[in-house]
Nanobody
Framework: QVQLVESGGGVVQTGGSLTLACTFY????????MTWYRQYATSRPMVARI??????TYAEAVEGRLTLSRDNAKSTTYMRMDNLKPEDSGLYFC?????????WGQGTQVIVSS
């Protein structure tokens, strides 16, 4: 069964760091890009994306504070979040499109305390 499993969320103080991970249970992970999103009340905008070739892109709001990487041997992407702010708190999802189907992780919660 194809699925994405996230991990790494938690509670951190302002200025701290967290690393979120998303593991793909499927085939040919190295051929796919992966995108991370953040859930708001009525939207789910992109936070960061990493292409199959490994090139990451970031939303302007997080540029310079996020580092997205991938380990194809583990079928996993890692999103390191530095200098976290209370406004970064929320539910983060990873997404991968495989054979014309969008797969989503279960979401992982980030809470940044002030």
């Amino acid at each position: 069964q194809v699925q994405l499993v996230e991990s790494g969320g938690g509670v951190v103080q302002t200025g701290g760091s967290l690393t979120l991970a998303c593991t793909f249970y499927g085939t040919r992970f190295a051929e796919h890009g992966m995108t991370w999103y953040r859930q708001y009340a009525t939207s789910r905008p992109m936070v960061a994306r990493i292409a199959a070739a490994g090139n990451p892109t970031y939303a302007e709001a997080v540029e310079g504070r996020l580092t997205l990487s991938r380990d194809n041997a583990k079928s996993t992407t890692y999103m390191r979040m530095d200098n976290l702010k209370p406004e970064d708190s929320g539910l983060y999802f990873c997404n991968l499109r495989h054979r014309d189907t969008d797969y989503w992780g279960q979401g992982t919660q980030v809470i940044v305390s002030s």
